[in-house]
């Protein structure tokens, strides 16, 4: 039987691909257990300076696996309460890795990016969508709420009045209405979704990985910081970055006038 999820390591990237083209890479336990493992893996190797999460054949991920639940159906209330909380328990531990994780997390999504699959992509820094990407808050259509942080990055994203909308019609939405929302950051022609993720991944791997880490982190904090914290985080982050190697190549590049050779420390 072939890996749920795999990773590939290349040029400081590490790609992680749910691999269940059959079923549209649905959030099966095992799959879900094993993006966990592969995010914390690619978040703990020093040697990775960006990380791509992509879907096989054709999808991203078309979210909660629903024959599952149907063969669920006939357990007992406290059993199903205790395999529903083994999946999110490990697309929490997911989407809280990309969030911590010091360098850059790029969604690659094309195809269905429904439910828990759609807050996955949400959940990573930048998304690259190709043309038939649709984007599906498919929860309310099984009697659900949203998960996987769907709830928390969707209103910061369109804001709540659209983030209701999206989850109580759970109408698909295009790749290009979701970059109009400021879901996504960028709309490619199907063909070359694979080419232009890629060099986007490649530009980031060889970029000032350090600084990457406390941009990210400021950024996201000051989503719950008042403004005199967020002051006191960026003084704290910028003095790191003036004491990293990137910052000492980065001053020398530029005054030498040549290109910059960043380590990521």
Do not use: W
């Amino acid at each position: 039987m072939s890996a749920t999820v795999t990773s590939e390591f290349a040029d400081a990237i590490a790609t992680i691909t749910l691999n269940g083209p059959d079923e549209m890479n649905v959030l099966s336990i095992e799959r879900s257990r094993d993006l966990a493992r592969a995010v914390t893996l690619a978040g703990q190797d020093t040697e990775v300076r960006c990380v791509v999460l992509q879907g096989a054949g054709g999808n991203f991920c078309a979210g909660a696996n629903v024959k599952s639940m149907l063969e669920n159906l006939d357990l007992s209330d406290a059993e199903r309460h205790f395999r529903t909380r083994q999946i999110l328990n490990e697309l929490h531990l997911t989407t809280r890795t990309i969030r911590a994780m010091p360098k850059p997390v790029i969604a690659s999504v094309e195809g269905a990016a429904a439910g828990g699959g759609f807050s996955i992509a949400m959940g990573c820094d930048m998304v690259v969508a190709a043309e038939n990407a649709k984007f599906t808050m498919a929860y309310n259509n099984l009697g659900l709420c949203p998960d996987a942080s769907g709830t928390y990055s969707l209103p910061r994203l369109v804001g709540v009045r659209k983030a209701v909308e999206l989850a109580f019609l759970g109408d698909p939405i295009g790749a290009r209405e979701a970059l109009e929302l400021g879901i996504i950051n960028r709309v490619v022609a199907d063909a070359e979704l694979a080419t232009e993720t890629a060099a986007l991944a490649n530009r980031l791997a060889v970029g000032a990985t350090f600084a990457y880490g406390k941009t990210k982190m400021l950024y996201y904090r000051s989503l719950a910081s008042s403004y005199d914290e967020q002051l006191e985080a960026e003084g704290d982050a910028v003095t790191s970055c003036m004491v990293s190697d990137d910052f000492r190549e980065a001053v020398k590049a530029f005054v030498e006038k040549r290109p910059r050779n960043f380590t990521g420390r």
